[in-house]
């Protein structure tokens, strides 16, 4: 995420300055982008060289708010964290909390936000009258987790480190669950909550929602929102498929996504927002909290 972030910035003709705290990761940075990387001890560096006025935070889970809070306490006043912004739901109300005390204004990254997808898709939605119902699915390949040398942790979080993607575009176009009931069982060894997932409710807005996973079977990510006259289906989640009333067939919409195919997809929106300053987009911490609570009772983590 780090280099597909220095992608954009160069892009943009931002002047970065990137630290990195591993010799290996440093090395493998500086040979993929040729930019120099600061490594070392980040509390070193910054009492050294003082804190940036704003920094993205893309560093692995189970460091993200660690490297936040340190910045935060050393002065950076405004940051882009990478989802889902802490580990666990302890770990991001003590970041919350200490962003409140420095005055730090911290924004969670959900690049799907930014897809050209969902950008088209917002104001046919809203041409409609809103969105009535929604389905989403997160089945996750097991297979494919169950290899990566991650932290435990991170893993037994899988609902906050990595499915919150499809969850946060759904709530983010259809509203927070204001009713919900929630399903789960199974297990797995590295996320022994559960293995499948299945639930309902009504969000805020009024919307009827479903969604289900089974990571012990085949599946893929999706999201589709209806309304009283069109079906918008994000399957893969970086496209946009239409169904109008009265009518079975999926159209492909035309998206002008040509920087979703040249950067990380909604990458470069995303971070050319956090550099203007506007947060529209965004999920803040304080949003964040209310999310996690959600995505927590939907995977059965402890409370």
Not at 18 to 38: L, Y
Not at 172 to 180: N, T
Not at 263 to 273: I, M, R, S
Request: aromatic letters at 10%.
């Amino acid at each position: 995420m780090g280099r597909d972030y220095y992608k954009v910035t160069k892009a943009l003709g931002e002047p970065v300055k990137v630290i990195g705290r591993g010799d290996q990761s440093a090395a493998e940075f500086e040979a993929a982008t040729g930019q120099p990387v600061k490594h070392g001890s980040l509390d070193i560096i910054l009492e050294y060289e003082g804190a940036p006025e704003r920094a993205i935070v893309a560093v692995s889970i189970d460091n993200l708010a660690l490297v936040a809070s340190a910045l935060i306490r050393a002065g950076t006043k405004r940051l882009l964290l990478e989802k889902p912004g802490a580990l666990n739901r302890a770990q991001l109300a003590t970041l919350a909390a200490l962003a409140a005390a420095h005055g730090a204004r911290v924004v969670i990254g959900y690049n799907r936000r930014f897809h050209a997808a969902t950008l088209a898709a917002e104001p046919m939605i809203a041409e409609d009258g809103g969105a009535t119902s929604c389905v989403f699915e997160f089945t996750e390949w097991a297979h494919t987790i169950t290899p990566l040398r991650l932290a435990a942790e991170t893993k037994q979080n899988w609902m906050y480190s990595n499915s919150s993607h499809v969850s946060d575009l759904a709530f983010y176009l259809c509203g927070l669950p204001a009713e919900m009931t929630a399903y789960h069982g199974g297990g797995l060894d590295w996320h022994t909550s559960a293995a499948r997932f299945a639930g309902a409710g009504i969000t805020e807005r009024g919307v009827f929602f479903s969604y289900h996973a089974d990571w012990e079977a085949p599946g893929r990510w999706g999201v589709e929102v209806m309304t009283r006259k069109r079906r918008f289906i994000f399957r893969p989640m970086e496209k946009l498929q239409i169904t109008p009333l009265a009518s079975t067939a999926v159209e492909m919409a035309e998206l002008d996504d040509s920087l979703d195919k040249n950067y990380k997809p909604g990458l470069f929106l995303q971070t050319q927002a956090f550099l203007a300053g506007d947060d529209r987009r965004f999920c803040s911490l304080a949003q964040q909290e209310k999310n996690l609570a959600v995505y927590g009772r939907m995977a059965g983590y402890s409370q």
